[in-house]
């Protein structure tokens, strides 16, 4: 971002010339990319000002800045007069008669919040814990490929320690002991950080993401970094596809694709995974379980690769809601190292007085799909009217110019990118198709300047826009696919939360996701838990691997 603010697209055409003067025969030529027309004396005027700028260029690129350098400008979500909803309280209500299964196989698919009464009980300790899922790892993946590194020694350090302190009487929580696994787009000191593509393969990283660090504190036991496609594009990486466990000759979504299958496969009880434009709900909604992905900068990004600074998410990926909200508790909040980090309010209690949430609904969105998906989600909203729920009307802003806004993402990976694709690493991944994550930095460098800008001042009339549709809501139901509410969202920096709804005739998992306002991640939570509770599609696991 902050290089494409100082860059004139017209020599950013030119790129690999550094030799070569800048003629006015490039700049004519140049020109028809973004349909303005100069004319000859113009052209001539501007040739020693776009060679002057082009030295400038060179010689930022003489000193690059590194990975965890942020822009000066940063991105601002708040719609105005916008005001932080009320602190509130958090309060879980545990099975406190959890008992540990007779065929352990089962623990695969316990959830968090059940496998730590075990832990606190003392019905299983932290290292056979660990043990036991580190083991499924080593018998499963093979199918998957969800895992790039295990962390097999750090994690029975750990599992060892947090049983020592639980002896000792100290208990850090409800993720103590608790096995879990990360997308490899996030740091871990003395380990690769691979980012899913071959130019990074080999990449150590002397530093520890922040998320991770919270998690440590909490006392949660990291075996094993997940996969990305490569640079959080798809399912593709460098060491193969990434498999839907409900599905072995589907991929498994991406670009948290890791995170996605290793969890609806019990290979974790529950995984970090980012999101841009859909990393964390689509690969939930393929693989069958939950997902949050959070307000954006309510979780630090801090020692985790970005692909767009302004709209870069992490979130959990569990099994079930009340998951989500046992782990979204722990990795969000301010951090120093994240300037784009957000302190703010969160409540959250698993019974949440949801009676008194004023529901929308997409209704033309779900109108409009009569696929599986639909008719699954339609079961869906039937049924919360059968208890009493009163759903109203919502309807998307109108004003929205969609072709402009992947031109931010784009312009920011460019970015973030820049010194890849100079060096042209870019040309050592795998995928290199018109799609490719390859081909879309190279065609980032055409980008303007002036057009990045103009793309988030339409991007500012979209979120107020938005905001006077879902301001109106506690919370709004929607198709997670269902027309341009992805990227909309995705855009505006709102919470939104995936839950599975059923399968399809091939016995594909389907998904209907939550929106909530900004930073009201605990009313789509508590909404999301009731809801899940009518139904039993998340206890349900993909055959094959019990």
């Given at each position: 971002?902050?290089?494409?603010?100082?860059?004139?697209?017209?020599?950013?055409?030119?790129?690999?010339?550094?030799?070569?003067?800048?003629?006015?025969?490039?700049?004519?030529?140049?020109?028809?990319?973004?349909?303005?027309?100069?004319?000859?004396?113009?052209?001539?005027?501007?040739?020693?000002?776009?060679?002057?700028?082009?030295?400038?260029?060179?010689?930022?690129?003489?000193?690059?800045?590194?990975?965890?350098?942020?822009?000066?400008?940063?991105?601002?979500?708040?719609?105005?007069?916008?005001?932080?909803?009320?602190?509130?309280?958090?309060?879980?209500?545990?099975n406190e008669s959890v008992k540990l299964p007779e065929h352990l196989n089962e623990l695969a698919y316990f959830s968090v919040a059940d496998l730590s009464v075990l832990i606190k009980t003392k019905q299983i300790t932290s290292v056979a814990l660990t043990q036991f899922f580190l083991d499924r790892i080593k018998q499963y993946d093979s199918q998957l490929e969800a895992v790039i590194t295990l962390l097999e020694d750090r994690a029975l350090q750990q599992a060892r320690q947090?049983?020592?302190?639980?002896?000792?009487?100290?208990?850090?929580?409800?993720?103590?002991?608790?096995?879990?696994?990360?997308?490899?787009?996030?740091?871990?000191?003395?380990?690769?950080?691979?980012?899913?593509?071959?130019?990074?393969?080999?990449?150590?990283?002397?530093?520890?993401?922040?998320?991770?660090?919270?998690?440590?504190?909490?006392?949660?036991?990291?075996?094993?970094?997940?996969?990305?496609?490569?640079?959080?594009?798809?399912?593709?990486?460098?060491?193969?596809?990434?498999?839907?466990?409900?599905?072995?000759?589907?991929?498994?979504?991406?670009?948290?694709?890791?995170?996605?299958?290793?969890?609806?496969?019990?290979?974790?009880?529950?995984?970090?995974?980012?999101?841009?434009?859909?990393?964390?709900?689509?690969?939930?909604?393929?693989?069958?379980?939950?997902?949050?992905?959070?307000?954006?900068?309510?979780?630090?990004?801090?020692?985790?690769?970005?692909?767009?600074?302004?709209?870069?998410?992490?979130?959990?990926?569990?099994?079930?809601?009340?998951?989500?909200?046992?782990?979204?508790?722990?990795?969000?909040?301010?951090?120093?190292?994240?300037?784009?980090?957000?302190?703010?309010?969160?409540?959250?209690?698993?019974?949440?007085?949801?009676?008194?949430?004023?529901?929308?609904?997409?209704?033309?969105?779900?109108?409009?799909?009569?696929?599986?998906?639909?008719?699954?989600?339609?079961?869906?909203?039937?049924?919360?009217?059968?208890?009493?729920?009163?759903?109203?009307?919502?309807?998307?802003?109108?004003?929205?110019?969609?072709?402009?806004?992947?031109?931010?993402?784009?312009?920011?990976?460019?970015?973030?990118?820049?010194?890849?694709?100079?060096?042209?690493?870019?040309?050592?991944?795998?995928?290199?198709?018109?799609?490719?994550?390859?081909?879309?930095?190279?065609?980032?460098?055409?980008?303007?300047?002036?057009?990045?800008?103009?793309?988030?001042?339409?991007?500012?009339?979209?979120?107020?826009?938005?905001?006077?549709?879902?301001?109106?809501?506690?919370?709004?139901?929607?198709?997670?696919?269902?027309?341009?509410?992805?990227?909309?969202?995705?855009?505006?920096?709102?919470?939104?939360?995936?839950?599975?709804?059923?399968?399809?005739?091939?016995?594909?998992?389907?998904?209907?996701?939550?929106?909530?306002?900004?930073?009201?991640?605990?009313?789509?939570?508590?909404?999301?838990?009731?809801?899940?509770?009518?139904?039993?599609?998340?206890?349900?696991?993909?055959?094959?691997?019990?």
């Amino acid at each position: 971002m902050l290089r494409l603010l100082t860059v004139s697209f017209l020599v950013v055409f030119l790129l690999g010339c550094n030799a070569n003067k800048i003629s006015r025969s490039d700049i004519r030529h140049a020109q028809k990319i973004f349909g303005i027309e100069f004319t000859a004396n113009q052209i001539k005027t501007m040739q020693d000002y776009l060679n002057r700028n082009r030295e400038g260029y060179d010689s930022m690129r003489a000193d690059p800045v590194g990975y965890d350098v942020v822009p000066a400008m940063l991105f601002d979500p708040f719609p105005i007069g916008f005001e932080m909803p009320k602190e509130g309280k958090v309060s879980f209500q545990l099975n406190e008669s959890v008992k540990l299964p007779e065929h352990l196989n089962e623990l695969a698919y316990f959830s968090v919040a059940d496998l730590s009464v075990l832990i606190k009980t003392k019905q299983i300790t932290s290292v056979a814990l660990t043990q036991f899922f580190l083991d499924r790892i080593k018998q499963y993946d093979s199918q998957l490929e969800a895992v790039i590194t295990l962390l097999e020694d750090r994690a029975l350090q750990q599992a060892r320690q947090m049983d020592e302190e639980l002896a000792a009487g100290k208990y850090r929580g409800l993720l103590h002991g608790i096995p879990y696994g990360t997308k490899d787009l996030m740091a871990v000191a003395g380990y690769k950080t691979t980012w899913g593509a071959e130019p990074y393969k080999d990449q150590v990283i002397d530093a520890t993401a922040t998320v991770i660090e919270q998690l440590d504190e909490a006392g949660a036991v990291l075996i094993a970094k997940l996969v990305s496609g490569a640079l959080a594009r798809g399912d593709v990486w460098f060491g193969g596809k990434t498999k839907n466990p409900w599905d072995l000759d589907q991929g498994a979504s991406g670009s948290s694709a890791g995170s996605g299958s290793a969890t609806s496969a019990g290979l974790v009880p529950f995984a970090l995974g980012t999101e841009t434009l859909g990393s964390i709900t689509s690969p939930s909604t393929r693989n069958g379980i939950t997902g949050l992905r959070p307000t954006y900068g309510s979780v630090s990004r801090a020692g985790v690769m970005s692909l767009s600074w302004s709209m870069d998410k992490i979130g959990p990926m569990c099994r079930t809601v009340q998951d989500c909200a046992i782990v979204y508790d722990v990795i969000r909040g301010k951090d120093p190292l994240d300037p784009m980090s957000t302190e703010a309010p969160f409540g959250y209690s698993d019974n949440g007085q949801v009676s008194r949430l004023k529901i929308g609904y997409f209704k033309e969105l779900f109108v409009d799909d009569t696929t599986a998906t639909g008719k699954n989600n339609q079961i869906m909203l039937d049924s919360l009217r059968s208890l009493g729920y009163e759903l109203l009307e919502a309807k998307m802003p109108e004003s929205l110019s969609r072709k402009a806004y992947d031109i931010i993402l784009r312009a920011e990976a460019g970015a973030f990118f820049d010194q890849l694709v100079v060096e042209k690493g870019d040309r050592k991944m795998v995928q290199q198709e018109s799609f490719s994550r390859a081909n879309s930095l190279r065609q980032s460098r055409f980008i303007p300047a002036v057009e990045y800008l103009q793309a988030n001042r339409h991007r500012r009339l979209l979120i107020e826009d938005f905001h006077k549709v879902i301001s109106q809501f506690d919370v709004i139901l929607t198709p997670t696919f269902g027309g341009s509410q992805l990227i909309v969202t995705n855009l505006t920096g709102h919470p939104v939360l995936a839950i599975p709804s059923g399968f399809d005739k091939d016995n594909h998992p389907t998904s209907i996701s939550v929106l909530g306002n900004l930073y009201e991640e605990g009313k789509i939570l508590e909404f999301g838990k009731m809801l899940q509770n009518q139904f039993d599609h998340h206890l349900k696991h993909p055959p094959g691997f019990e």
